[in-house]
């Protein structure tokens, strides 16, 4: 079957970094997501990674490495908006998006 | 990005009625769109895939008779809910992809809906 794991919570402070991981394992592979949903909000594209590598956008970062199935999502400077789930999504061979279950991330002062 | 507007943010429902949620492309056209359901602490469910003018194609399990989806046009699509019962309270959220095998797809903000 298909599937995505993500860390179920995680706590870190503000000004820190954290990073939150995302394995996968789908029917083929078209991109991952990253997408950030605060309580009672739709989500909200962060970003999106098909080849292997780092790809930096402000406070954000993704990687991902195909072969291991594996991505993780950076965040530095951290600031107290930023707490909020963040979902990691698989794009499989039917361009279907696979969701995890998503991180919550809670900073503290 | 573009923008998805989705209608009513909101809505609470007797038991037994039906409840229609909309779903706009404000600045594009959505040859497709998506409609997800979303219980607490869940991560997003895929309820329905629809494709303009052709009948919506359901995930399994989910009902075609219950979940009514009509994407008349390129950038209007609406989930009615039909005989709610309170198990249907959830946050339901649609999403927009302007053209296939376009990268993002765009969310609406999200209908929470309630059923007493």
């Known amino acids: 079957g298909q599937n995505i794991d993500q860390p179920t919570e995680m706590t870190a402070t503000e000004g820190a970094i954290v990073q939150i991981n995302c394995t996968y394992q789908?029917?083929?592979?078209?991109?991952l997501f990253w997408y950030q949903q605060h309580a009672g909000e739709a989500p909200t594209f962060l970003s999106y990674?098909?080849l292997d590598g780092l790809e930096e956008k402000g406070r954000f970062s993704s990687f991902l490495s195909r072969s291991k199935g594996y991505s993780y999502l950076l965040l530095k400077e951290l600031q107290m908006k930023d707490s909020a789930s963040y979902l990691c999504?698989?794009?499989?061979?039917?361009?279907?998006?696979?969701w995890g279950a998503g991180t919550k991330l809670i900073i503290k002062p | 990005g573009a923008v998805v507007s989705q209608h009513p943010s909101r809505v609470i429902c007797k038991s037994g009625t039906s409840v229609k949620i909309e779903c706009r492309s404000l600045d594009f056209q959505a040859t497709t769109m998506f409609w997800y359901r979303q219980f607490p602490k869940q991560s997003l469910m895929l309820m329905a895939t629809?494709?303009?003018?052709?009948?919506?194609?359901?995930e399994q399990g989910v009902e075609k008779d219950k979940f009514l989806i009509n994407h008349a046009s390129l950038t209007l699509s609406t989930l009615t809910v039909t005989s709610a019962h309170p198990e249907d309270s959830s946050f339901y959220i649609c999403?927009?992809?302007?053209?296939?095998?376009?990268?993002?797809?765009?969310f609406g903000q999200g209908t929470r809906l309630t059923v007493v």
């Open positions: 629809s494709n303009e003018g052709s009948k919506a194609t359901y």
């Open positions: 990674n098909v």
């Open positions: 999403s927009a992809r302007p053209a296939r095998g376009h990268t993002e797809a765009f």
């Open positions: 789908t029917s083929g592979f078209n991109g």
């Open positions: 999504a698989v794009k499989d061979s039917n361009y279907q998006l696979i």
